[in-house]
């Protein structure tokens, strides 16, 4: 399967007119400069020209037109066109001459082909600029020999290479020759000053198929003869399968058969295989298979299923208890300690505590679960939208008992990620669906399956104690409770790690049946909030404005010796300067209130004032500011898409994200019940970037950890009313039934 895109063909120059008629439509498409222009030539279509291979990344025309290789899948984040803008700086082409393909899985020439963690360009920086500065080098060698010069006197720019004498050769025209040459070593990179492409704007490169409606996602996928799967899950976590009849299913139109799936999972998870990307239930599932999606999910609907389960099911209610019951205990995991805090507490003028609250959080992806998979006795074929590829043809081919050589796994664009989609789930569920069927299937889930059977943020709780002695902060205790799993092992040495003297983290989780994982910037999506909020209060207690006294502490872990803290001290009060100048902090009008917040993950510093004023009594979230350092910024409008996506996201869920169980099954099933953020909610996001020649770091997930407390100190400044849980709305929604009350 292969995935292109023209980047030459939207910006600027094409426009589309929709004529609608009667009972239709008409769609027009034309070029409009070329229209007002005459004699000029059509746009060269790079798609369909003949190219030679060059390596596992690059291919060159002889027209001299490149097409990059995007190795990482692309859920939104822009990986697939800031990526190859690494290689075409360093092969050193002119960008609107560069196709750019989705590559597929492929261990021997790629490595970390997987979307997480806001890693790609942080990872991939090096090599990939590596990888066109090795090209280019070959391509001039080729050039050298063929011209009988010194490869030392020649150069390349533009796709044109030069020598002294004044003669020109293409890429294409010695491309052939170059992919036969030994491979150079030590090639020398680009100096951040002579940047072409990296740090210029560049649209998406799927922009134009995007806004068409060509096949891009994995629910555009088809191919002849592949038929459709909707799979009945348990309604509830803790459940399984007891029976089934299927004789009304069977009845519906375009319903080609029931089965059973779950046989290959129970081997495969009894053979101890399983790994940190497979959180599939055990239990027998039951899978409607038909000719079309409207027939399978119709099909399902119609299915009557029993189901049982051998202990008591959780409500949210329960698990809150539980998470109290652990802060209040004393059987914690000590994540990272220094001092005493102890003492510290004990010799205090003053000790200020306080717990924050935090519910589950589905996903709720634009595009729902869904994936292909064809298994034949050839080979494996699976095609769609997953995070971890390579985590998926490993566990197929254990769970098939197959060689990984006989999966091939190609990847569509997603519509959304966010975590969900490092999970492969649904890809197991397709690969043994088809092996059962012995016929090529997709596997589409409906937006209430998505809801209800899916992986969702963990509820967690934070306990933070500080303790005040001669006006400084000298002690800090953070406490996790979390429900499965507790912080990665990085969380603890974030700020305020290395600012105060004595300092400790300890976590502690409770084992639930109910399936989480990670949520857009994983634990620090809250702890964000949380610590942030609690530091605005010290400031206050303290008599310090909320900026001075981030910068105070961080002046304590400048020049550390303690390779263990992960943020930079420099960095972080660089980004705080630059968001308290842009954002005007503490000279806001009459009427707006100002919130602070400032957070490092994901390697990437950032700070956010927000600005709120009421209306109707109500906080109405207006403006955010927020300041970034992530090094290079190697595509200015996709790292401000990447911020304003994450600060939004912050402050929609924190503002409304709201997700609890009932018995085991989740009391909300889609969005009529559950609340995102509206679009005439949404403030404006103004985005400033710290400038320096640093290598990059990741942005799909840094701007959202300080929204939320950004807002919620906002909010304290506008309402002095103090917030401890999300969603922020069911507090104001409480305090108006007690008015009207």
Request: glycine letters at 8%.
């Amino acid at each position: 399967m292969k995935i292109t895109e023209n980047t030459n063909t939207f910006s600027r120059r094409n426009f589309l007119r929709t004529s609608a008629l009667a009972g239709g439509g008409l769609m027009i498409g034309f070029n409009l400069f070329t229209a007002c222009k005459p004699n000029v030539k059509p746009s060269v279509d790079i798609e369909n020209l003949n190219f030679n291979d060059f390596n596992a990344f690059i291919k060159i025309s002889d027209e001299g037109y490149v097409t990059i290789y995007s190795p990482n899948p692309e859920i939104g984040q822009g990986v697939k066109t800031s990526m190859p803008m690494l290689i075409a700086e360093e092969l050193d082409v002119e960008w609107n001459k560069v196709n750019v393909a989705q590559a597929p899985l492929d261990t021997k020439n790629y490595k970390r082909q997987l979307a997480g963690g806001s890693q790609s360009i942080r990872l991939g920086w090096d090599a990939l600029r590596q990888t066109g500065a090795t090209t280019k080098q070959m391509l001039i060698n080729a050039a050298a020999l063929k011209w009988g010069v010194d490869a030392a006197t020649c150069k390349a720019s533009q796709g044109i290479i030069t020598n002294k004498n004044g003669d020109k050769l293409g890429y294409g025209e010695v491309v052939n020759e170059a992919a036969k040459l030994e491979i150079p070593e030590n090639v020398t990179l680009k100096k951040p000053s002579d940047y072409k492409i990296i740090g210029k704007d560049a649209v998406n490169v799927d922009i134009d198929k995007i806004i068409t409606g060509k096949p891009l996602f994995g629910l555009d996928y088809k191919e002849e003869g592949m038929l459709y799967a909707s799979v009945l899950r348990p309604p509830a976590f803790g459940q399984t399968l007891e029976s089934f009849d299927a004789s009304e299913a069977k009845k519906v139109k375009g319903v080609i058969d029931v089965i059973t799936i779950g046989d290959k999972v129970r081997s495969f998870v009894d053979n101890g295989k399983s790994n940190w990307t497979f959180k599939l239930s055990t239990t027998d599932k039951v899978v409607v298979i038909a000719e079309n999606t409207w027939a399978a999910i119709k099909g399902k609907k119609a299915l009557q299923a029993t189901w049982k389960s051998n202990k008591e099911l959780e409500s949210t209610e329960y698990q809150d208890k539980v998470l109290n019951k652990i802060l209040d205990g004393n059987k914690f995991d000590i994540r990272r300690e220094d001092g005493n805090v102890k003492k510290a507490f004990a010799q205090a003028d003053k000790v200020i505590e306080r717990t924050y609250h935090s519910p589950f959080l589905p996903h709720n992806c634009l595009e729902p679960m869904n994936f292909f998979a064809n298994v034949t006795d050839e080979k494996v074929h699976l095609i769609g939208p997953v995070q971890t590829p390579e985590y998926a043809a490993i566990v197929v081919s254990e769970m098939l008992e197959r060689d990984i050589n006989d999966v091939q796994v190609d990847m569509t664009r997603m519509g959304g990620g966010f975590g969900r989609r490092l999970y492969g789930d649904f890809v197991y569920e397709a690969a043994e669906i088809s092996d059962k069927i012995k016929k090529p299937v997709k596997v589409v889930s409906t937006r209430e399956d998505d809801m209800t059977t899916g992986i969702y943020r963990p509820a967690i709780k934070y306990r933070i104690a500080a303790s005040i002695k001669d006006g400084e902060i000298t002690g800090y205790h953070l406490k996790e409770a979390a429900i499965n799993d507790n912080m990665y092992g990085l969380i603890p040495h974030f700020f305020p790690a290395g600012c105060i003297p004595n300092f400790k983290v300890s976590t502690q989780n409770y084992k639930s049946d109910v399936t989480t994982g990670a949520w857009r910037a994983p634990y620090t999506n809250f702890l964000g909030y949380a610590e942030q909020s609690f530091f605005d209060e010290l400031a206050q207690e303290l008599g310090k404005d909320p900026v001075q006294l981030r910068l105070e502490l961080l002046q304590n872990v400048k020049g550390t010796t303690d390779e263990q803290i992960q943020y930079s001290g420099e960095r972080m009060e660089n980004a705080i300067k630059l968001a308290a100048e842009k954002g005007n902090w503490g000279y806001a009008k009459e009427g707006v209130y100002q919130g602070f917040s400032a957070y490092y993950s994901h390697n990437t510093h950032v700070a956010e004032v927000a600005e709120v004023e009421l209306k109707d009594g109500l906080p109405v979230v207006t403006k955010v500011v927020a300041a970034v350092d992530c090094g290079i910024v190697v595509n200015p409008t996709g790292a401000i898409n990447q911020v304003q996506g994450g600060v939004l996201d912050g402050i929609g869920h924190a503002m409304y994200g709201d997700f609890s169980f009932e018995n085991g099954k989740p009391r909300n099933k889609n969005f009529d019940t559950y609340r995102l953020i509206r679009m005439n909610e949404t403030p404006q996001v103004e985005v400033h970037f710290v400038h320096n020649n640093l290598s990059p770091t990741g942005l799909g997930e840094p701007g959202l950890p300080p929204a939320g407390g950004a807002v919620a100190n906002a909010i304290y400044k506008a309402l002095d009313k103090r917030l401890y849980s999300q969603p922020f709305q069911k507090h104001f929604e409480e305090e108006k039934e007690k008015v009207i009350g």
